[in-house]
């Protein structure tokens, strides 16, 4: 993924990348193929890519993902907010919903270094998770300036899913983490508003700042941030600290977590990752974060059926 020459990526070079040598590669290399040109077919590619994913066999896609950034960044191209959407799919480890604390977001705190991926386990083609994910960060990392525009587009889905993408890559002097407050501070939707700071939590996670987590901490506790931002700002903080749960947060939460906004809330892709069992993923994150005692309303014995989502 290092090693693929800008010329490749830009000119949609396809037969320059060697797709051959991963499993699925062929399928995945005529995807990228069909959304470029914009083909009628390009739909049915986005989902060979989408179910690459799901069924754990990222290598291939993980090829994919300069070229479906590229597509994204495209303001003409008409399959550019599918592209975008599963652009980081396989920057992102397979989990099993929402258990603790660590596992809404990336719920690690290590480098690019494939070694540090190897826990992940494999593909079901044996092929190492890990190596897939840190090369499909790795991309992302290597277009960081073609996504940061992607945060102040029109579609306040583009930069939902822009913050999603930029969340992945490795940002060890904070830009990207500056550049979602940057923005924040001029978003007015909600959603929007509280999908940059889910994104910021998670680059934090990966990236500890401790400026940063005491920031996220003043979003939940002031009642003049919209709702959404103060349920985002909770949930990152508690993803980002070992500290006991405060009885204002979990005051403020119980208060905030309506069953009309935790629909709302379905929109940000953190919250359609975390949610399963006949919950909503805010609803879910909740229930895990601050209730683990209660019970799992429709308990649901196969963990793929939930893995499937993420």
């Known amino acids: 993924m290092a ?6 990526k830009d000119g949609f070079l396809l037969d320059q990348v060697p797709w051959e040598h991963f499993p699925g590669g062929d399928r995945v290399r005529e995807a990228v193929h069909l959304m470029h040109v914009n083909d009628s077919s390009a739909r049915t590619g986005r989902l060979v890519v989408v179910g690459m994913c799901a069924n754990d066999m990222r290598a291939a896609a993980a090829l994919a993902v300069p070229f479906l950034i590229r597509i994204a960044a495209d303001t003409g191209h008409p ?8 652009a980081s799919a396989p920057a992102r480890a397979r989990y099993f919903g929402v258990a603790s604390r660590d596992e809404l977001l990336l719920h690690r705190t290590d480098t690019q ?10 593909e079901v083609t044996g092929y190492p998770v890990g190596w897939s994910v840190a090369a499909a960060r790795t991309a992302i990392t290597a277009d960081i300036a073609l996504l940061q525009p992607l945060l102040s587009d029109p579609d306040p889905s583009t930069r939902i899913h822009a913050a999603y993408t930029l969340a992945t890559a490795t940002d060890p002097h904070g830009t990207v983490r500056s550049s979602f407050r940057a923005r924040l501070a001029a978003e007015q939707d909600p959603i929007v508003c509280a999908a940059l700071v889910l994104a910021t939590a998670e ?8 400026p940063t987590i005491a920031w996220i901490r003043e979003r939940w506790q002031h009642r003049s941030q919209p709702p959404e931002v103060q349920l985002a700002a909770a949930i990152g903080w508690l993803c980002l600290t070992d500290e006991p749960v405060p009885d204002d947060l979990r005051a403020a939460v119980d ?5 009309e ?5 379905d929109a940000l892709p953190w919250m359609t990752a975390a949610s399963g069992s006949g919950e909503t993923g805010l609803h879910r994150c909740v229930r895990k974060m601050l209730h683990p005692d209660q019970t799992d309303p429709e308990h649901c014995d196969d963990p793929w059926a939930i893995s499937s989502k993420s």
């Open 79 to 86: 399959y550019r907010a599918g592209a975008l959407a599963e």
């Open 255 to 259: 208060d905030l977590a309506t069953d």
């Open 3 to 8: 090693a693929l020459r800008p010329q490749v």
């Open 261 to 265: 906004r935790a629909h709302t809330m």
């Open 203 to 210: 680059a934090t996670r990966t990236h500890p700042h401790a």
């Open 113 to 122: 270094d494939s070694d540090q991926y190897d826990d992940y386990g494999v």
